[in-house]
């Protein structure tokens, strides 16, 4: 029979169930949803031994916790208020079994229920902020189950019925409009696709907040142009703008407005806008301006001759074996200085001199970070040559360096000579060289080249990572030509993986090939690898970066040939990232449990939960076992906070990085076949566990 005791003659039993931290129990939205109806379900009590007349709390634990919340608040007495209970009686292990059956079989609300429980509330009050505060969860949370309150019927229908899952629920809402999300649901509700895959495919008709088109035409300028921005409510920094030609048209007007300031600034003959940080695409078929340095003055001349006898004293004091190590170091620092101020005279940037600037122009860029910048690079529209006194004319196309115009010059001719890729294969006069001296100046070329690559660290990067990379991406730069297209050895290799056949979906896998898709491919378009490694140098840093990692990322191979063995390499470089394995992987019927006997799966049971979980398990099928292991595993039971927590954090050794390097924060495990580690799988929103967000399930507790 159900009766009333007052708050301050209720304290909580030693043998309640619940265990876990009050941050973990959720007494927050608790003792709000109790503020705002009242104790809907009776605490279990029995009588204490002492003092006489009180009573202790074996099942109700999160809501007298969260209505001592409320008394230390001063929201409510604890010596008038009234708490409806009812009173057992029976040894300690009785009591404790009712209250862990009482936990064990109480159902959160499905995500779908909570959606419209929420809409319900919001149609009635119309103030989300007292929704959020009512049942003690944020205000985003919120918003993202009235987006997913508001998905287009078959997808929501699909969710309330368990077909797909929350985060698939969720990429569909990552868009407002139901058109979209209903284009995207007629092809893929029959396909077993990632949340990620989702988003990717509703992305592809919007443009990013942080593209550069959008940060140049700005948010407030495309608001008032009319257009639209979708918020991702459930992914920080995702907006997309789903009037992409509408921010395209915007862009350009803005472009077209500053080339054709600047084309009226510098007198040049064209200047040409373009949505890209490099030209090459919009610079084919022109012809390249290759500029000289000015003609060095007098005092230019004088000086370098002052820096060279200079040098030569400091190079003789330095000999000197009595110079203290002071000396020494002012002495070497001067040296450098003035050799930076040699280089810097001898390296005078190039000056388009103003005959040619009505003949030639220059392409407005647009940088990663939605800047415009002018390229330094100029192009004409028709070949110019330039006539001497002494000569009938000389192109200033691509791949050569004539001297500056003096006289006059002729714009018109030809197109572009091919070019001789053989000459350098005979003797003056014509004679063909023999094999044999031809292979020997070859190499003593290559030497030099290599010599000189020494002094350019940078440019020997860039060499390198884009023979790796293009030799990957272009179908045409297959390993066997590698060494006569690249001049090179340099490889970056598919791994030579184990032959598994097909592989089971993974996070990873999905990750992997995200980043190939958000990768800077444009300078892949191109036919030649000259012409490719003209516009891989022209990438920024970052974007070379991105495909640093991932070309080497690309190149790891699964373990060392036919052995089963770890690569201790890869475990050290593991080690310092401080990779959680269990973040990124989670075992599954596919991918673990239905391949190892139920003698392995029932040992791993015990060590996760003891033997209460594998005795629960002991009477099921194999396949009944394996389905029920993979929600375990995955979070998704409901269990005690400890045995979801070690599920949580498991992974088979054969997954974990065996870091043995001395120091490291990782340690070698046992070679048991299974083993708890320590690590945890984060799930669901951060600080709101799903299902908790309705308070009329409050009876959910111990």
């Not at 985003?140 to 629920?169: C, M, N």
């Amino acid at each position: 029979m159900i009766q009333t005791v007052k708050l301050n003659k209720l304290r909580l039993s030693p043998i309640n169930v619940r265990t876990a931290p009050d941050e973990q129990l959720q007494i927050e939205p608790m003792a709000a949803s109790i503020e705002a109806k009242g104790v809907l379900q009776n605490l279990l009590v029995t009588p204490a031994k002492k003092p006489r007349g009180t009573y202790e709390v074996f099942d109700g634990g999160r809501r007298w916790r969260a209505l001592r919340l409320l008394a230390d608040r001063g929201s409510i007495s604890d010596a008038d208020f009234d708490v409806p209970v009812m009173v057992l009686t029976g040894d300690d292990a009785e009591l404790s079994e009712t209250s862990t059956a009482t936990n064990f079989h109480q159902l959160k609300m499905t995500p779908a229920e909570e959606c419209r429980a929420f809409q319900h509330f919001i149609g009635t009050t119309g103030d989300i902020d007292a929704v959020a505060k009512r049942f003690g969860v944020t205000r985003r949370f919120v918003e993202g189950r009235l987006r997913l309150a508001s998905l287009a019927e078959p997808i929501f229908e699909a969710l309330s019925k368990g077909e797909i899952t929350l985060d698939i629920a969720k990429a569909y809402a990552s868009t407002e409009s139901q058109d979209k999300q209903l284009l995207v649901w007629s092809s893929y509700q029959h396909s077993h696709v990632t949340a990620d895959t989702i988003r990717r495919v509703i992305a592809n008709e919007t443009l990013k907040a942080s593209d550069p088109i959008a940060m140049l035409v700005g948010e407030a300028r495309y608001r008032h142009a009319g257009g639209k921005i979708d918020g991702d409510l459930f992914t920080d920094g995702n907006d997309r703008w789903i009037n992409p030609e509408l921010a395209h048209r915007l862009a350009g007007e803005i472009m077209e407005a500053e080339a054709k300031r600047i084309g009226e600034e510098t007198g040049l003959a064209w200047i040409r806008p373009i949505a890209s940080n490099y030209a090459h695409n919009a610079a084919h078929g022109l012809y390249r301006a290759i500029l000289q340095p000015p003609p060095l003055s007098d005092d230019q001349k004088a000086r370098l001759v002052e820096i060279e006898e200079r040098r030569g004293v400091l190079e003789v004091a330095m000999q000197d074996e009595q110079l203290t190590e002071e000396a020494f170091k002012l002495l070497d620092q001067e040296d450098d200085r003035l050799i930076a101020e040699a280089e810097a005279i001898e390296n005078r940037a190039p000056v388009l001199p103003d005959e040619l600037r009505p003949h030639v122009g220059a392409f407005l860029l647009l940088t990663p970070q939605g800047e415009m910048r002018l390229d330094t690079q100029y192009y004409s529209e028709q070949e110019i040559l330039i006539e001497r006194p002494d000569d009938s004319g000389g192109d200033v196309g691509e791949g050569d360096e004539p001297e500056q115009p003096s006289g006059s010059f002729r714009v018109g001719g030809g197109a572009p000579a091919e070019p001789t890729y053989r000459r350098e294969a005979v003797a003056p006069g014509g004679k063909p060289l023999s094999a044999r001296l031809y292979d020997e100046l070859a190499v003593q070329r290559r030497d030099i080249l290599a010599s000189c690559l020494l002094a350019q660290p940078a440019l020997a990067l860039d060499y390198a990572l884009f023979v790796m990379v293009d030799a990957r991406t272009n179908p045409s730069g297959g390993l066997a030509s590698s060494s006569t297209k690249y001049g090179t050895t340099i490889r970056a290799m598919g791994p030579q993986d184990p032959a598994t056949g097909d592989m089971p979906a993974s996070r990873a896998r999905e990750y992997l090939a995200e980043a190939h898709d958000g990768l800077d491919a444009g300078w892949t378009e191109f036919d030649s690898e000259v012409n490719r490694f003209e516009a891989f140098r022209a990438l920024d840093d970052d974007s070379k970066a991105n495909w640093l990692a991932y070309i080497v990322a690309m190149s790891l191979e699964a373990k060392p040939g036919l052995s089963n063995e770890q690569i201790p390499l890869h475990n050290r470089m593991a080690s310092i990232l401080d990779i959680d394995v269990a973040s990124w992987w989670r075992p599954t019927s596919a991918n673990f449990f239905d391949r190892v006997n139920k003698g392995s799966i029932m040992s791993l049971l015990h060590d996760v939960g003891g033997p209460a979980l594998s005795a629960r398990h002991a009477s099921l099928k194999k396949t009944e076992i394996s389905e029920s292991c993979q929600k375990l595993f995955a979070g998704e039971s409901i269990v005690e906070p400890e045995v979801k927590a070690a599920a949580l954090a498991w992974v088979p050794n054969a997954m974990r990085f065996l870091d043995a390097h001395p120091g490291s924060a990782s340690s070698p495990a046992t070679e048991d076949a299974f083993d708890i580690g320590d690590g945890f799988a984060d799930g669901g929103e951060p600080g709101v566990p799903e299902g908790s967000a309705a308070g009329e399930l409050e009876g959910a507790d111990a």
